[in-house]
């Protein structure tokens, strides 16, 4: 069982969608991770997030993290075809900040 | 330019023969792990270490031995590679709510 849960596992869109990926947990976190990983390459950090409630916003992609820091969402708008990847949340918890623990990840396909 | 480099990339083995697995990073952090990422499982943690001559279990640390000699070397060592070690094997520097990862180094142990 892993203590954060991605969902939708894959997701197929079109070009100019928007979509929302959810990683969520009963767990409380201290931070959370969202993480865009490529074939053949190691995951690149998108964001952070350290407080309940918080909304970031990155170009197209808004990250927000639950009041209760057990959940957060990506949502992303008018996707395209560069957004393909697999997403990946991680969290840490107050007590060992470095130690990481991640999501299975949300598989996204942006079709032309 | 902040770097973690794995060596090597690519690597086809049998069962038992030893191998290591390098890591190398170029931004003084103290924190480094080795994470495995396999199908529908995400990334697991294998090892940890906080700084030099210190390390400590990760999640699935079974047939993995790892050292910490020096603050940017990291290196992952098999003693004897079983096939359900056959993975994505990750290297990672840690600073505060941050991670770098490096390019990863796909094991097939056969």
């Known amino acids: 069982t892993q203590l954060l849960e991605q969902s939708p596992q894959f997701l197929s869109i079109q070009e100019g969608e928007n979509l929302t990926v959810y990683c969520n947990s009963s767990?409380?976190?201290?931070?959370l991770q969202w993480y865009r990983q490529e074939p053949g390459e190691g995951p690149v950090l998108l964001v952070t997030?350290?407080?309940?409630?918080e909304v970031k916003k990155l170009k197209r992609l808004t990250f927000q993290f639950g009041d209760a820091r057990k959940d957060s969402s990506l949502h992303i708008t008018a996707a395209q075809p560069g957004d393909t990847g697999l997403y990946l949340c991680?969290?840490?918890?107050?007590?060992?900040?470095?130690?990481?623990?991640f999501g299975s990840g949300t598989k996204l396909n942006v079709k032309p | 330019e902040a770097q973690v480099t794995q060596n090597p990339r690519y690597l086809i083995t049998v069962t038992g023969k030893k191998l290591t697995v390098t890591c190398s990073q170029n931004?003084?952090?103290?924190?480094m792990s080795w994470y495995r990422q396999d199908p529908g499982l995400g990334l697991r943690q294998i090892y940890y270490?906080?700084?030099?001559?210190?390390?400590d279990k990760g999640d699935v640390p079974e047939g993995y031995k790892v050292s910490r000699k020096e603050k940017r070397n990291f290196p992952l060592i098999l003693e004897s590679p079983s096939p359900n070690q056959t993975s994505l094997y990750f290297c990672?520097?840690?600073?505060?709510?941050?991670?770098?990862f490096g390019p990863g180094t796909r094991l097939t142990v056969t």
């Open positions: 767990s409380v976190f201290s931070s």
């Open positions: 931004m003084n952090h103290e924190y």
């Open positions: 990672a520097s840690e600073g505060p709510y941050e991670q770098y």
């Open positions: 991680a969290g840490a918890f107050e007590y060992n900040f470095n130690k990481f623990y």
């Open positions: 997030v350290v407080t309940g409630g």
């Open positions: 270490s906080m700084n030099v001559e210190v390390t």
